[in-house]
């Protein structure tokens, strides 16, 4: 959710940058330089690498990939990152079939994330690409999606925010801001906390 969207729950804060914790919690799963060349491996000698799919083309998305890897890389971790066109990517993604991928997401004035983040949404054209499964955030979309009740709703939504935070099947890097024209002979466009959508 957006910042300033009552959905997004304000206590949620992005979580820190801290290499040295995520160097511990890599070496306390096993991972650790064995032979001085700079690359993390498991205790069979496997270098912790996977394969960083973006839609070529996007220059932020090509920024980004650029960026995790850098910085993944100075933690011992290899990203080999894979621009790949449109098409092909939607292929994969429908079929899950990538190691880590980045996209964007557009928000709006009240999102459901049942389509991206229900379970009953892994299979059958659903947008649950991450194959993330939490019975608890399932019962919260559902409570949200059937609630009239404004101030309620956006009580279940924080849940769900919550509970994302926590499991983390994305992680969520930026809000891009993008400026809007408006011509004159348009009227009535108010400004909301989200900007204008």
């Given at each position: ?7 997004a729950?304000?206590n ?6 801290d290499?040295?914790?995520?160097k511990k919690?890599?070496?306390?799963a096993?991972?650790i330089?064995r032979?001085d060349?700079?690359?993390i ?11 960083f799919?973006f839609?070529?083309g ?6 980004v990939a650029?960026?995790v ?7 011992g971790v290899?990203a080999e990152?894979?621009g790949?066109?449109?098409?092909t990517?939607v292929e994969?993604?429908?079929k899950?079939?990538?190691d880590a991928v980045t996209?964007?997401w557009?928000?709006s ?5 049942f ?5 009953s949404?892994i299979a059958d054209?659903?947008d ?12 919260y979309?559902?409570?949200a999606?059937?609630?009239?009740n404004?101030?309620q709703r956006?009580?279940?939504w ?9 499991d983390q ?11 809007r024209?408006?011509?004159?002979r348009?009227?009535?466009v108010?400004?909301a906390k989200?900007?204008l959508?």
């Amino acid at each position: 959710f957006a910042p300033g969207n009552p959905q997004a729950d304000p206590n949620i804060k992005a979580l820190p940058y801290d290499p040295a914790a995520a160097k511990k919690l890599l070496e306390e799963a096993g991972f650790i330089d064995r032979n001085d060349d700079g690359v993390i491996e498991d205790a069979q000698g496997n270098a912790l690498k996977f394969e960083f799919t973006f839609p070529s083309g996007n220059e932020i998305s090509t920024k980004v990939a650029l960026f995790v890897k850098d910085n993944l890389a100075k933690g011992g971790v290899q990203a080999e990152i894979k621009g790949t066109d449109w098409p092909t990517l939607v292929e994969r993604l429908t079929k899950s079939q990538f190691d880590a991928v980045t996209l964007g997401w557009s928000s709006s004035v009240e999102s459901d994330l049942f389509q991206i983040f229900h379970s009953s949404q892994i299979a059958d054209g659903g947008d649950n690409r991450t194959r993330h499964i939490n019975p608890e955030l399932d019962r919260y979309i559902e409570l949200a999606r059937g609630t009239v009740n404004r101030e309620q709703r956006m009580k279940y939504w924080n849940r769900a925010h919550q509970i994302i935070h926590e499991d983390q099947p994305y992680t969520f890097l930026l809000n891009r801001q993008a400026l809007r024209f408006f011509d004159k002979r348009i009227t009535n466009v108010e400004k909301a906390k989200m900007g204008l959508n």
